[in-house]
């Protein structure tokens, strides 16, 4: 089951997208999630539909893959949208117990849930199709303005492709642990809430203790090769605009003036 | 000349309470001295707790001497402005292959270590491009190394110190958590690069199978170098190395026992090829 969680998992083929530089993908994918979260009618959000759809075909990556991601928040979306279903005020469809679900609430969960469902697909696309390394390098060069103001960037970044490289480990530990623990006769899975999260401490502190264990082996890793910081440091693959990074961002704007187009005046 | 000069090297580990009082010193090293010549194949053999890897650290520059001296390269390694290029000159690698792995896929593993001496875009590339091969794991380059095997892995941590250009690399229990055949495959990496390449090797471990290829073979227990020689010299002496709870190689073993229960057999067997010359010599 832990092995299902797709987020933030880069996943290798060769496709347009997977060489995009990663300064596009990023800006790209804010883009397409302020384009979200712009408009409440229909025609604005087809046309993100759209978009998503053929990203994910240019992408290259299986589908079935990317909807593997949702499964694991499936259940804030369903909160949210309730909340939004029973709590928005209007026109009253339905009402039991006290409680009124209003037309307004059932559209404004359906959007709600659309949005959750379109701005996790679409930032799966860019993890999915772009190794943490880019990721990082991208936001370092993104956010490089900012070291003016001593902001330390390339630390950030480096702490965050590190951490995006051991979620794979730790997950697998996780799993290891757990069967560990249930082949000793703990149970995971049934009792209430409270008994449940209960159940979980035994795992935590083993999982724990091996994160800093590992911290410590890769921090002793990282100075034996030489790592002391941004200072000095070249790039392996160095950013670079290419004539698909300039297409790709035209078609951003196209997109987003589509957008906005569709939502004023339609 | 001599690539690591080690002299009089002691290491206390200082076990402190809550309050930082000292409560207790363990001497993981004991006045070690060892000399180790460019080009040569060294392995430093012992049990667990042995100081074995603490020794290890201490060639890296991870760790500083309490007293005496390591030399790596001409250079002591408690100056300061020393650190980088004694680590680059001695590149290590370590247990857990899992661990020592930064990038998310292979060719960027490697390129790490070169990214971080400032070494140009070009010539990273063409320095990944001859570890991998150097290695034998070109062909994997592009895949994440949570898909490899544990030798596999290993061989890419290799790969990722050779980038570096060291003259020297050490290996500190690279094998201890693989399986028969990882290990395989990686000694027969390591060997290929002193053998073709010239690197010089030192390599920890508690394996007797890895070391008999080696050129020279030291001992350690509770810190001291108890034996140093040649593997020949070193397993002649079979009951001195079970006394140090270190078991030798089952055909070394062997040989062992038929020479005390009367075969006119040599000391210090070491391979199968070895003991049939021997044994045909004896008939």
Known sequence: MIREITFGQYYQTDSALHRLNPRVKLVGTMIYIISLFLFKEAAPFALALVFLAAIIKLSHVPFKYMIRGLKAVIVLLLITAVFNMFLTRGEALVSFWGLTITKEGVIAAVFIALRLIFLIIGSSVMTLTTTPNQLTDGLEKLMGPLKVIKVPIHEISMMMSIALRFIPILLEETDKIMKAQMARGADFDSGNMIKKIKAMVPLLVPLFVSAFRRANDLAMAMEARCYQGGEGRTKMKPLKYGKSDVLAYVVLAVYLAGVIVLGKWL | ?283
């Not at chain 2, 309050?19 to 060294?42: L, P, R, S, Y």
């Not at chain 2, 060291?166 to 990686?186: F, H, Q």
């Not at chain 2, 270190?246 to 062997?254: F, H, I, N, R």
Request: net charge negative.
């Open chain 2, 1 to 283: 000349m001599n690539i690591i000069d080690v002299s009089k090297l002691v290491f206390e580990y200082i076990r402190r309470d809550d309050e930082g009082n000292v409560e207790g010193i363990t001497t993981a090293i004991d006045h070690v001295d060892m000399e180790i010549k460019q080009g040569d194949f060294v392995a430093v053999l012992g049990h667990n707790g042995s100081g074995k890897s603490t020794l290890a650290k201490h060639l890296n520059a991870i760790l500083y001497p309490s007293e005496g001296t390591v030399w790596v390269d001409g250079k002591d390694t408690q100056e300061e402005e020393n650190l980088i290029p004694i680590r680059k000159s001695a590149g290590m690698v370590f247990q857990n292959p899992d661990n020592q792995i930064i990038g998310q896929i292979v060719e960027e593993d490697v390129g790490f270590g070169p990214e971080n001496l400032g070494v140009e875009t070009k010539q990273i590339w063409e320095r990944v491009e001859e570890s991998l091969k150097a290695v034998g794991m070109y062909k994997y380059r592009k895949k994440s190394p949570n898909r490899l095997s544990g030798g596999q892995k290993q061989r890419v941590s290799i790969a990722g110190v050779l980038a570096m250009h060291p003259k020297c690399i050490i290996l500190d229990e690279p094998t201890a958590m693989l399986d028969p055949s990882g290990r395989k495959e990686v000694i027969r990496a390591v060997r290929a690069l002193n053998e073709v390449e010239g690197i010089t090797v030192i390599l920890i471990t508690h394996y007797m199978e890895e070391v008999i290829h080696a050129d020279k073979v030291y001992v350690m227990d509770k810190g001291r170098v108890e034996m140093q020689g040649t593997p020949k010299e070193i397993f002649a002496q079979v009951d001195k190395l079970r006394s140090l709870r270190l078991s030798v190689p089952q055909v070394t073993l062997l040989a062992h026992e038929l020479k005390k229960s009367g075969v006119a057999l040599p000391d210090g067997i070491l391979t199968t090829q070895e003991l049939i010359e021997e044994l045909k010599k004896v008939r």
